[in-house]
């Protein structure tokens, strides 16, 4: 999702579910940014109970206090995840299955556009990077690709498996790295002035570079929903 190098990035929900199309987006921000309680109530214990729309995430980095703006939206069996930054400059488009599987990554801003696609055994990312025609592919194994981890571990969440290994691409260097997700209980954060049952996943580098970053997650415990993140230093991808 949302990378940056700077250190402990914070990031949570704070607004409701909305039925706004893009191009209100500012409108969205506005009206969200004035105190709207919880994102919407519990519906359900399954993950595809998550309803689609807009949600406003607060993002802290040390003193700097910002947002971005995150969208679900069902494309027949797929589903597309999209975040904007609070500038609208730049957006992350992710197209995944319902498991979280990521199909396809497009990341856009007014110096790039870099997309990516899966082929079984290997990773294609391509496109324009500030003037330069990027075209590489990476070999990798059976393992799924998430990018987006607001949504991909979704599905991992409500099964039986502890802990997840799988690809992401690093979105301000591209590179291709491996992630373990691993489960950590349920526990209460409140969002909001609301105290809120929710899974609690550490994400961490696979093998030795595990002691070199490491983050974690919160989603609310009913459906999914991503409501929280803290690391050190930025997501790697």
Known sequence: DMSTTRKHVTSSVSGRKSRFHLSAIFCLSIILAVGVALPFPATGLEPD??????????????DEHTFFIW??????DLVKITVHDHTNSRVMENTCQEN??????LVKDPEREIRAERDTSA???YGNDRGKVIDVSYAID???WFQPMSFSLTGFLFSDEK???????RQDTLELLTIVAVKEGVETV???????PAFKVEVRLEGFLSAFWHGTYWYRRENGQFLKYRAVN???G
């Open 49 to 62: 109970s998550l309803d689609e729309g807009l949600y406003r995430y607060n993002t802290v980095t040390g």
């Open 71 to 76: 969208e679900k939206k069902h494309l027949g």
């Open 100 to 105: 979280g599987e990521t199909v396809s990554w």
């Open 123 to 125: 990773l294609r990312v």
């Open 142 to 144: 059976g393992r799924n």
């Open 163 to 169: 802990r997840v290994s799988f690809w992401t691409i």
């Open 190 to 196: 409140e969002i909001n002035g609301a105290n809120i």
């Open 234 to 236: 930025g997501p790697p």
